[in-house]
């Protein structure tokens, strides 16, 4: 399976646990703010995996920050405020940007 197909699956899943009628009660109450705490939470044991050289436990914790990112923009869509495309288009623009002696011409 493509790593496309595997993204457009998982942004899927994150939106049926956001379903007001399937979805998850503790997914369907978060907002950004009550996020806040499981955002930071996430980066720290990313780093602590890397700081242990645990790979295969980073595979998870990257996995959660993942979740995160596709989680903020799930409910920031549902708000009608930018959806993941956005960010996602906006990190490429500031790579391109911030990289002209690679992305010249």
Not at 16 to 34: A, F, N, V, Y
């Amino acid at each position: 399976m493509s790593t496309k197909t595997q993204f457009s699956q998982f942004i899927e899943t994150v939106k049926l646990l956001r379903d007001p009628e399937k979805g998850c009660p503790w997914d369907l109450k978060q907002t950004h703010h009550s996020l806040i705490k499981f955002l930071i939470e996430e980066c720290f044991e990313a780093v602590d995996s890397i700081e242990r050289k645990d790979y295969d436990s980073l595979k998870d914790e990257l996995g959660d920050v993942l979740l995160q990112v596709v989680l903020h923009s799930v409910i920031a869509q549902e708000a009608n405020v930018f959806t993941i495309n956005d960010v996602i288009s906006r990190i490429n623009e500031k790579m391109i940007r911030r990289h002209p002696h690679v992305f010249s011409g």
